[in-house]
Every structure is written in C-alpha cells, then in structure tokens.
C-alpha cells in the first residue's frame, strides 16, 4: 500500500475510534442522568379537591380559595382580551379563537421591559 493509502486507513481508524467514545459516553451520561431523576424528583402534592355541592365555604381552605379566585380571574381576563380583538378586528366574537395568552412581563427581565416601553428615537 502506499503512504497515501495508509494515512487515509489510519485517519478513519481514529476517527470511528473517537466518535465511538464520545457517543458511548454521552449514552452513560444520559443514563446516569435518568438514574439521577428516579432517585432525587419528588413530584410536589398537587391534590386538587372538587368543590362538592353541599361543602361548606367555610371548609375551603385559602389555597382552595385562592386558586378558584385565579381561574375566575383568568376567564375574565380572556374575555376582556376577545372583546378588545373583536372590537379591533371588526369581528364578531364567535369568529374569534384566544388559543395561548402569554404575559410578556413574567419572561421578560427588567431591561426588556425598559426598551419596550421607553424606545430609543
């Protein structure tokens, strides 16, 4: 064989050797990670109590109450939302579909904000 030929063995040798172990370790580490997750997640406790017709109020705890509160709150939002889009677009609602409301300010840093608010001219 000549040199030519050898070089080009030698070369594929190396690198089907190193793209082996980088694809073997990165297959350990995948399976360490899952490992990591069956062992240290706990899933938190979110027991979400029905509201029975003959319970009392004064059995609802505040969190009960805060989060019946929070979904009343965002119903009313998406209606405020179709309402504003509909008299914008000159629509009628029912042609309207609020698929994902997103708030801005939730993701968004301060500097962010800033720039949207206050634009450089």
Request: overall charge negative; charged content about 30%.
């Amino acid at each position: 064989m000549s040199n030519l030929t050898k070089g080009l063995a030698e070369s594929l040798k190396t690198g089907f050797l190193g793209m082996g172990i980088t694809l073997i370790s990165l297959y350990v580490l995948s399976l360490l990670l899952d490992f990591m997750r069956v062992i240290f997640y706990k899933p938190a406790d979110k027991k979400k109590v029905e509201t029975l017709p003959g319970r009392n109020k004064e059995e609802i705890t505040p969190q009960e109450r805060k989060e019946e509160e929070n979904e009343e709150d965002e119903e009313e939002l998406v209606a405020v939302i179709t309402a504003a889009l509909s008299a914008y677009l000159k629509k009628p609602v029912d042609q309207i579909k609020i698929g994902f409301i997103r708030r801005i300010h939730e993701r968004t840093p301060a500097w962010g904000m800033e720039s949207r608010f206050n634009p450089m001219e």
